[in-house]
């Protein structure tokens, strides 16, 4: 915020908080307060040409420039390539922390105690079982169902199964939300894989970590236990960090709109899967291997860069919609790579060329002056390709831990003394006053 913006240091506003427009239509003008570097649409209501006008709108398509709510929870400077989770840097979250400590601080404001971890780690631990009906759910599912679409239905289903959730100003019902989505969003994605491949459900395994148990519901086949890799749970559950909350994009604001109208939790998470599951969203990973195997080789790559240059391809999984330089997230995961490659002992040509086609396109001016950086779908397909997870469930790798920031924003919103249901305007296009034409004249 500049200085021109801010509040006088006794907390009165100043002459500097206000923005001065003239209509040139009336002559008028008028005065408009500026807060946290930003003006309420509704005061551009006023300006009116006469008593009949609706008054001014603003028009933004995709809500590129518009706020439409206040949030403490995630920090993003897009420009300097900055991502904070109530302020704590994402760097340092990955570094030290955990996927269910990250939880707790999106959820509660605050990184728990000993206690409060301990606390948390147990409620979760212990809602990961899903109803027994709910194998109902997955059961009258085709075996080639896309794994979105079953996430998405048995997420929406949860609200049957928890009526009570309904009373959504309940702090209980809220806290038994969180909890339950955080717990059941892995065996939900395991249980839709094995039906997908025809094979028994694995119960979750309690002894075992959030990532660790996941894994185990994958994997697991005969064994009496299943033995975790080290290496796997650790990246897995970095990148579960990673994707825990990214502030106000299509999936979340599709939670906090469906949520306005006061519906159920689980309801408002559905919507958020909905956003996600569209290939402009959650997709991008997938089309970044895509990418690579039509590159093939290394020394396709000059040719290809010279053919993204005549815009007659993509570079896929470069740039991003807010960063405007190297996406944080995309170095860290990068750190983890020779781990998965080696636990899973896994050779992948498509990893040499993605590194060289990084190098070459950051060593190239085209690409650098237009913010190109990789971001972090540029690796992360490669992971969970080399942990044998399918192509079309790389979106629903996304989903597990994004639910944990998907219902912290859920809450925020539900405790917002300025909630009111989404209801966006138009810009009217069609025809008006047409007449109704009878069957036989048309």
């Known amino acids: 915020m500049t200085e021109d913006s801010r509040s006088s240091t006794n ?4 002459s500097s908080d206000t923005l001065t427009v003239t209509d040139n239509r009336t002559g008028e003008t008028y005065e408009v307060e500026i807060t946290d570097g930003t003006v309420k649409a509704m005061d551009f209501r006023q300006m009116k040409v006469n008593e009949d006008d609706f008054g001014l709108m603003t ?6 420039n518009t706020a439409n709510c206040r949030s403490s929870i995630t920090y993003i400077d897009g420009d300097a390539g900055i991502l904070e989770h109530r302020g704590i840097p994402i760097e340092q979250l990955c570094e030290e922390s955990s996927y269910l400590e990250v939880a707790y601080l999106l959820n509660h404001g605050h990184l728990p105690s000993e206690d409060e971890l301990s606390t948390w780690t147990y409620e979760i631990t212990h809602h990961t079982y899903i109803h027994e009906h709910m194998k109902r759910v997955l059961d009258g599912f085709q075996h080639d169902a896309h794994p979105m679409g079953i996430m998405q239905a048995s997420v929406a289903a949860l609200s049957t199964f928890y009526p009570e959730s309904k009373n959504i100003d309940d702090e209980e019902q809220q806290h038994l939300a969180a909890v339950r989505l955080i717990a059941k969003m892995p065996t939900i994605a395991a249980f839709a894989y094995r039906h997908r491949l025809g094979l028994p459900y694995v119960y979750p395994d309690n002894d075992l970590s959030y990532a660790g148990n996941f894994l185990s ?3 697991k086949m005969a064994e009496p ?3 975790v890799d080290p290496r796997l749970e650790k990246a897995l559950d970095v990148l579960f960090i990673l994707h825990a909350d990214h502030e106000q994009n299509c999936s979340t604001s599709s939670v ?3 949520g306005s109208s006061r519906v159920d939790p689980f309801s408002a998470v559905a919507a958020g899967i909905s956003g996600l599951y569209g290939p402009l969203h959650g ?3 997938v089309d970044v291997l895509k990418m690579l195997e039509r590159i093939g080789t290394m020394d396709n790559i000059p040719d290809f860069l010279q053919r993204v240059k005549d815009r007659e391809e993509k570079l896929i999984g470069f740039g991003h919609r807010v960063y405007k330089n190297y996406d944080p997230r995309a170095r860290i995961i990068r750190k983890y790579i020779d ?6 002992g896994k050779q992948s040509p498509l990893l040499d060329v993605a590194i060289e086609l990084e190098k070459r396109a950051l060593d190239d001016e085209y690409f650098t002056d237009r913010k190109l950086y990789p971001n972090v779908d540029f690796y992360s397909g490669l992971i969970y390709e080399a942990m044998r997870i399918p192509t079309d469930a790389f979106t629903v790798m996304f989903a597990i831990p994004r639910v944990s920031g998907w219902i912290s924003q859920w809450t925020e919103m539900v405790r917002d003394p300025e909630l009111k249901i989404a209801r966006p305007r138009q810009i009217y296009t069609g025809a008006r006053e047409a007449d109704y034409t009878p069957m036989q004249n048309r």
């Open 11 to 14: 907390g009165t506003k100043t």
């Open 225 to 227: 236990k299943y033995e």
């Open 283 to 285: 997709g991008a990973n």
């Open 256 to 258: 906090r709109m469906t």
């Open 217 to 219: 519901m994958l994997f």
């Open 339 to 344: 781990d998965v490659f080696e636990a899973t």
């Open 59 to 64: 028009y933004d398509p995709g809500f590129t």
